[in-house]
DNA sequence: ATCGATGCAAACGATTTGCAAACGT
DNA sequence: ACGTTTGCAAATCGTTTGCATCGAT
């Protein structure tokens, strides 16, 4: 029972080493844009770089005001069109926590995991529960189903925001 | 660990008495009314009945057809701000599994519950299993978090649709 | 050269809202 | 009469798409 905190705006949330990061997820891409007869190109690059570097669950607003600082020019339909070639190379989860909009996710070497939301900040924990997965097997089944997928989201008040 | 079908398209559907059904969940509705200085109306009352006998988890665009039938001059807008009523007054709740618009279901009555959806074609069981809501108080504490409510949903291949 | 990538504006689908007319109290 | 409800059309919001152009292979 793992459990990461990975949340921008939390006090407990620690960079990892970016670069090595970027380069160790972009080379799978590489792979994916050669054998769909891809480009690589400077704006696609450094949406990238933006996405992969950023600390987690970020929405398109804020992804694009980020790209923006380095390239203005950059239009949101592009910044949608780059994630939506994220997830399909499966370097990117998009996440629909019920605020309206959809936010990002780096998908590259994390296991399965859901998600504990702070209502009042935002914040965003992961976390894996073998005994609820193992537990949400028994009731697909119980019911005939045979499970594909789940969607599983705790909302509450974190600590910080609780401590005021 | 109660489970009950209730998928409308679902072969184990079963009806209720809605005659009774309605009466005894529109008197809670008639005091909410009546405090916020609301009305009846014909086309409301149209709406409210056809909302409360469907099976359950329909859509606007389900929901209108229904109406329409009575009453082929009824508005969208008309039903999606009676269903805004519905949801305030306690009376539906609002549910998004994903599908990019909300589905509604009868509250009145029903004890909390999750869903099993079934990805081909659309049933929707409910299940209550209280060792995972227990897991999941244990996991919202362990991280710091208090928590308020919850978002879960299976997603799979129910048994008749397995069945081909 | 050829085909993908980009910006812009228009298109979309679900839902909401402004407004004037019809209705319930 | 007064305030609410309704239908219609227009407005929103997030996201997608058509198109002409620019860039990568």
Redesign the pocket.
Known sequence: MASGVTGTRAGTSRKRDRGELRDELKEPLRAF?KEK????????DL?VDTFLGMEDHM??EALLGEVRRK?A??????V???M?LLVEAGLAHARDFGS???VYEVAAGKAHHDHLVCERCGVVVEFVDEEIEDLQEKVASKNGFELRRHRHELFGICESCRAR
Do not use: F, W
């Open positions: 844009l007869h891809l480009h690589e190109s400077k704006v696609r949406i929405g398109l390239n020019s950059v239009s949101p339909a592009t949608y069109r780059t939506r309206g909009s959809t």
